[in-house]
Every structure is written in C-alpha cells, then in structure tokens.
C-alpha cells in the first residue's frame, strides 16, 4: 500500500473507509461486496462539499465528532464553525462552501452542478447567508419567521434554522451552543 495512502488514511471520514474496505478488501474476492458507481459518486460528492480549508491553511473534512459537537472544528488552529445539515451531509457555515444539486432534491442525479453557496454579507463582515443559485425556491424558516428565498437570492444563516428545498429534502443549522 502507498505511503500517502496509509498518511492520509486517518484524515477521511469513516463512510470513505467502509467504500475502500468494501472494494479493495471485501469485494477482493467477492465481487457481489464492491460498492455499486452510484454509491462511489454519492459519497465522493458528500466528500467534496464537507471538504473544508480554513482561512488559517488548515485542512480537513468533517467528522462524526463535528457532527457530534454541531460545529466543524479546525484542526490547525481550533477556529470553530456551525454545521449546515443536507440530508447526510453537513458542510461548514463559512465563506465559500458549497452544495450540489443531487444533495438539495433527492430526485436529483446532477452531481456537478452548485445549487447553494455559504457567502458572506457585503455590508457586515462575518454574517454568513446561503445563496441560492438553481433556478426554483425554496422556503426557509426561522424561529419566528419565515421568509421565500428566490433564485440568486439569499437568507441569514442562524442556529435553528430550517430549509426547505423540496417535498422531501429539508436543511438546518445545526445548534453549536
């Protein structure tokens, strides 16, 4: 096995290491045990957007202990930031962070197209938002609220917020307090 393999074999997240065990160890001899593309696809597009650099240069994915705490933590210089829950997924609430179509609307096989980016506000530094950049609303509910977000329009993110994306996928903001 590769030396960078087995380096970097701690950084993935446990849902990568079962694929691996099941295709390279498992399905070794039986092949009924490999994983199926789709599953490959699923989980790498899950890995891409819970892939996350902060802006120390610290680099890393988040955990079951994140999702655990409700926040990412970074592994260089401890900053800490909430989680946006998507179906299995769970990507940080920083500048720059991203979802893909398939993750947003369970009907969706479009693995490469961005439906909803974590921007930052223009006018007040450090309030973050998600925009939507597909093309179909969604409704997002806060604690006393709720408020329409139309395409390539935005809404605050805050703890305890909920989204609705479709019928049957819905996101929130997981609580870090």
């Given at each position: ?9 701690k ?13 390279f160890?498992?399905?070794?001899r039986d092949t ?6 789709t ?10 957007s ?5 802006s ?11 999702r655990?705490?409700?926040s ?5 210089c ?11 997924t ?6 720059g962070a991203v ?8 009907a969706?096989?479009?693995h ?7 921007v930052?506000?223009?006018h ?5 938002g998600i925009k939507?950049?597909?093309?179909v609303e969604?409704e ?13 329009d ?7 917020m ?6 049957k996928?819905t996101?929130?903001?997981l609580?870090s307090d």
């Open positions: 096995m590769s030396d960078n393999v087995i380096r970097l074999w950084r993935y997240p446990d849902y990568i290491h079962d694929l691996f065990v099941r295709a160890v498992d399905g070794i009924s045990k490999r994983p199926l593309e599953e490959w696809i699923t989980a790498l597009v899950r890995l891409r819970e892939a996350f650099t902060c120390c240069g610290g680099f890393s994915f988040v955990s079951e202990e994140d655990r705490n409700a990412f933590t970074c592994p260089r401890r900053a800490s930031y909430p989680l946006l829950k998507l179906g299995s769970c990507i940080p609430v920083a500048k979802a893909y179509k398939c993750q947003l609307h369970a969706s096989d479009d490469s197209t961005v439906a909803l980016k974590v930052e506000n223009r007040t530094k450090g309030l973050m939507n950049v597909e093309d969604w997002v509910r806060y604690d006393d609220s709720k408020k329409t977000v139309r395409p390539n935005g809404a605050e993110i805050k703890p305890g909920k989204i609705e994306f479709d019928f996928t996101g929130s903001v609580r």
